[in-house]
């Protein structure tokens, strides 16, 4: 298991692979463009060329993005699902075009229509993301903490859409903190295995393919979206050596998203964890 960190590409996309050199990192994840709208940055060659070169100059191997906070798959509003139908296409292009493995994404919030109807809607939009894509980046699914009307939260929801789709081709990413705040406890050995039972029996452990290792400042089940530095939430260290140290997981890396001021420290927490 490599560790990396959410960077910025304030400057240009190239800036970050430093930027995650700086904090510790062996792999990272970026924005390609803003999280909140506007027209994506133009990857032009010397960008890409630059970007890349900077990459293997400090040996980081494995990036990702994480596609824009507005997407909704199931919004009641037809151009917002196919808006965000075309900027996860858009987003999985620049990513084969970056040489980034994965790009992740939210699913959307059903506030408005029932949630059976908002599934459906999630597997025709994601359908509709890989319809003879061709793109060499891979599309995860990433968990959310159950907050509000968001789709996404249960191993059963995500089975029920991956298995709508049947494409092999997308995964999950796991959010340690919104799974957590959804009411899976990995905490102690024994809720750990309850935990990856249940996966196991639901999504597959196989589609795991990334983790956003991330504490939680809220209790088990409390539905809320709140992340904290490693072992300093309701979490704690324990929990996240459970991930570390489980042979099915060594492959997979783990990306932080907590507040950055100390998300170097929170990288060198993790490596401890690994390395001990």
Known sequence: MKFGAHVSIVGGINQAPLRAHNLGCECFQIFSRSPRGGKPPELDNGIVESFLSECAKYKIAEHYIHTPYYINLCSEKKELRDSSIAIIREELERGS????KYIMTHLGSSKGINREQAVKMIVEGLKKTIDSSGFSTQLLL?????????IGDSFEEL???LDGVRDSSIGICIDTAHLFAA???IRTKEKFKETLRVLSTTIGIEKIK????NDSKIGLGERKDRHEHIGKGKIGIKGFKNIIKNPHFENINMIVETPPEKVGEDIKVLKDLRDK
């Open 97 to 100: 075009v970056l040489g980034a």
């Open 142 to 150: 990433e968990n959310t903490a159950g907050q509000g009307a968001t």
């Open 183 to 185: 009411g899976y406890d």
């Open 210 to 213: 990334l983790f956003h290792g």
């Open 159 to 161: 089975a029920e859409i």
